[in-house]
């Protein structure tokens, strides 16, 4: 339908070119016609009458003797000379004195009515209907001597017929050449006018705008081609750039909705963690307030105490851990996660690892396989968080493994990179999950019914801490039921110090200090006191700012181990108090708080401590400090 | 039919009123000496009729002949015709050529006797149907170029150019010879109207 349309377009342009042409041609053959047919005509009757004349003076010539000698016959004779002109119809000779002398009737016009005239006419010629008359003068030696008539038939009707007939005939031929010609130039308009034709309807129909119209034309087409082709170019990059617009909204908005959607899992597991928290956190208070019950009612019985001490404690630790975990989460999800790099090596790494997850892992009965390299190990590292590191694989190990399994831990150096691997015959991790068990709050089984399900935050700890050590973390496994592996490495193994480092003062010599401790936290410092008295150490206990002011200027302790948020003065008012004092400037201070944020260690450094411990303290961590005595020493003087 | 007597009134009458008006006269006679020979056609019988037609013959003759260079004295000199035997002839004669002129020379015409055919003329008319006479008067007339006879047998004679009465009608036979004998060529249009035209084989 279409082409049928466009066909009987582009064949209108044709057709009105190609008749511009033929009556372009028309309209010059018929002027041109009509001026030649004018002025042949006009040739034709002088040429006609002048021959008519000339014959009548020829015959004027010839007969003047016969007139002048009385001598019809002989002008009859002449006069019939007049045979061989067809055309002549008629002559006769006059007298002078007005009488017909001879007469000639051309035997084709004997039979009509054609009546010589009785009596000559003035010298001229007269045109009557087709027939020319023609009357002339007989003069002889100056003397007028009669008159000669001649009538012929006067050819231009059929001139102008047969010529008129040449004229149309020349006319129809040079038509049709002109139509030939025409149809035959009217291609140079027509077919590139066609080619943009069909272009545009290709375009239209199929809306592909990288078509183009083809070939190099001049003139007026050839810009209208170059500016079709520029429009074609111009619309297809607009129609291409929201095409593109589109594709962005459209990916922005599966962002969005992905984005949405990680919301939604993440918020899930914000409850999950949630719920789960307020169980874990609930979990261990049982066995303890059992324990406290234990203490109370058999305070006698040594094996009893000692059962109970074992629990609550294991179930503190475990409390503890928790409560870390949840700082460390909170530290990560705030992006204040950092390291502090240091020279350790990685037998106390594991032994600082397995003194955290071995009651674990023994409550649950399984075998525990430690293969290490035989010589030392150092790495630069933050010796708490890759022991942290290690705990969590571990702890995860064990968790996730059937009573009476087996866990493995294999260390092994390449080319300055530590890979540790953590094995277990646990239940394994569904290949879809590998990637996601790092992920915050993601645990295997949700629906697991175990007795530390955990916050779910341990691997993902694990990989921060990792990272954090510009090493990478994997998780592999065979399927439900074959176990998993993890493989950490980390790029972070170092040369070993030519001088042996010195082993920490603690384990050589067992001396005692005075300490003292400012905590608002009664029983937490009062067990803590009670500990270092029973080490041999002299402990003097204040519960705020000004009396452990005094206390440190009575007393001028080794250490002061001081809460920063005490009542009445503040643990940094506190602690440039003591560095003020005669004897304080050898006291070694240590905050001890809640806030373990870098800022905080900052601010405590600033007001003239030494070591910044974060709440709850180990014994352990105060032990070594107390080991590091004579580093400090050193340093003071 | 009713023209010749009308016309001979006319001429009549002309002659007498203003028979030597120069101009008019020259118009009005030389339409009325031409017409009389139109009108022969029925009167040649007639010897007044005839006598005019000769004359006028002899004026006409004039135009149809070319005489050598010699016969004249200059460029002005008349054209003379000499008239022996027929003085009535010469008369109309006289009024026919009076006012005209032949190559723009006028024309003398003579009336001689016979002691004056030596007389130098170009063209001598002798009248006469006596052959006899005639023939010794052609002998006679050395010095005339063109010699004009009117009786039987004249070429014979040794005229060159005879009249005739053929079919009641003046005609006239032309002896090519004799005029060529005096260097006189006579026109082949005046040839298409002579009754006959002897060549020179019969002298």
Same mark, same amino acid.
């Given at each position: ?235 297809? #990059? ?104 240091? #020279? ?105 019914? #175990? ?37 950490? #490495? ?148 | ?203």
């Amino acid at each position: 339908m279409s082409s049928m349309k466009s066909m009987r377009d582009s064949g209108s342009v044709r057709r009105k070119l190609i008749l511009m042409a033929v009556s372009t041609t028309l309209a010059a053959l018929v002027a041109a016609s009509m001026a030649m047919l004018l002025v042949d005509l006009r040739a034709f009757q002088r040429y006609w009458t002048d021959d008519l004349m000339t014959q009548a003076d020829i015959m004027a010539r010839v007969t003047a003797p016969a007139l002048a000698f009385n001598d019809d016959e002989t002008a009859r004779q002449n006069l019939a000379v007049l045979r061989v002109r067809p055309q002549i119809l008629a002559a006769a000779i006059y007298t002078s004195g007005g009488s017909r002398f001879a007469g000639y009737v051309a035997p084709s016009a004997s039979g009509s009515a054609l009546k010589l005239p009785e009596r000559p006419q003035a010298s001229g010629y007269r045109i009557e209907g087709s027939e020319l008359v023609v009357f002339r003068n007989i003069v002889e030696n100056g003397d007028m001597v009669g008159t000669v008539y001649l009538r012929a038939r006067y050819g231009l009707f059929d001139r102008l017929l047969s010529y008129g007939a040449i004229l149309g005939a020349v006319m129809l031929g040079a038509l049709a050449i002109a139509w030939l010609v025409a149809s035959r130039l009217q291609e140079a308009i027509t077919r590139p006018l066609e080619s943009v034709t069909d272009v545009a309807r290709q375009v239209m129909q199929q809306r592909d705008f990288s078509l183009r119209v083809p070939g190099k034309e001049s003139g007026e087409i050839g810009v209208l081609i170059d500016a079709f082709n520029d429009m074609l170019a111009e619309i297809g #990059r607009r129609s291409h750039a929201l095409q593109e617009a589109n594709a962005t909204l459209e990916h922005e908005m599966q962002v969005r909705e992905r984005a949405e959607q990680a919301l939604i899992v993440a918020d899930r597991r914000k409850d999950e963690f949630l719920a789960t928290l307020a169980h874990e956190l609930r979990n261990p208070l049982a066995p303890i307030r059992t324990g406290l019950d234990i203490l109370r009612l058999r305070s006698g019985d040594a094996q009893a105490t000692q059962r109970a001490t074992d629990i609550m404690e294991r179930q503190l630790r475990q409390m503890v851990r928790l409560v870390d975990d949840l700082l460390d989460v909170s530290r990560i999800n705030t992006g204040k996660f950092t390291i502090k790099s240091g #020279r350790v090596e990685l037998k106390a790494v594991v032994n600082d690892a397995l003194e955290v997850v071995r009651p674990y892992i023994d409550l649950h009965g399984h075998e525990l396989q430690i293969d290490l390299p035989d010589r030392p190990v150092f790495l630069n590292g933050d010796a708490t968080r890759l022991a942290q590191i290690l705990s969590n694989l571990l702890n995860n190990a064990a968790k996730y493994t059937n009573r009476g399994g087996r866990v493995s831990l294999t260390a092994s150096v390449e080319d300055r990179t530590l890979t540790l691997v953590v094995a277990d015959t646990g239940i394994g991790i569904a290949p879809e999950m590998l990637d996601t068990v790092f992920e915050m709050f993601v645990q295997v089984d949700s629906t697991l019914e #175990r007795s530390t399900a955990g916050l779910g935050v341990g691997l993902s700890l694990a990989r921060k801490l990792v990272e954090l050590h510009g090493g990478t973390i994997e998780a592999h496994s065979e399927g439900h039921g074959h176990g998993s592996q993890f493989v950490v #490495r980390l790029p972070i193994v170092v040369d070993p110090e030519l001088p042996a480092k010195p082993t920490p003062a603690s384990f050589i010599s067992a001396e005692t200090y005075r300490i003292l401790l400012a905590d608002d936290n009664v029983d937490f410092v009062n067990s803590i006191g009670a500990l270092l008295t029973a080490m041999g150490h002299s402990v003097v206990i204040t519960h705020n700012g000004p009396d452990a002011l005094a206390a440190a200027k009575r007393f001028c302790p080794d250490y002061a181990f001081l809460d920063i948020g005490l009542p009445q003065m503040s643990g940094y008012d506190l602690a440039r108090g003591i560095r003020g004092l005669s004897c304080g400037a050898m006291t070694v201070m240590i905050a001890v708080t809640g806030w373990g944020q870098e800022k905080d260690r900052q601010l405590a450094f600033e007001a003239g401590f030494d070591h910044h411990m974060v709440k709850p303290v180990r014994f352990e961590q105060i032990e070594e400090i107390l080991g590091n005595r004579s580093l400090i020493k050193k340093l003071r003087t | 039919m009713h023209r010749p007597p009308s016309s001979s009134a006319n001429h009549g009458l002309r002659r007498r009123l203003a028979g030597w008006a120069l101009l008019c006269a020259a118009v009005v006679c030389g339409q009325l000496a031409l017409l009389p020979p139109a009108r022969a056609d029925n009167a040649a019988t007639s010897p007044v009729l005839e006598r005019r037609v000769k004359a006028a013959f002899l004026y006409k003759f004039l135009g149809y002949a070319e005489f050598p260079p010699g016969a004249f004295a200059d460029a002005a000199s008349p054209v003379t015709i000499g008239v022996i035997g027929a003085d009535e002839l010469a008369a109309e004669l006289g009024r026919i050529v009076s006012g005209r002129t032949v190559g723009n020379r006028p024309i003398l015409v003579r009336v001689l006797r016979e002691s004056e055919l030596g007389t130098p003329v170009h063209l001598l008319f002798i009248g006469g149907y006596d052959s006899a006479r005639v023939g010794r008067l052609v002998r006679a007339a050395g010095n005339a170029l063109l010699v004009v006879t009117e009786c039987d047998g004249g070429l014979q004679l040794g005229s060159a150019i005879n009249f005739r009465i053929v079919d009641e009608r003046v005609r006239f036979d032309v002896a090519l010879d004799a005029a060529e004998r005096n260097g006189i060529k006579l026109s082949s249009r005046l040839l298409t109207v002579a009754n006959r035209v002897q060549k020179g084989a019969q002298q």
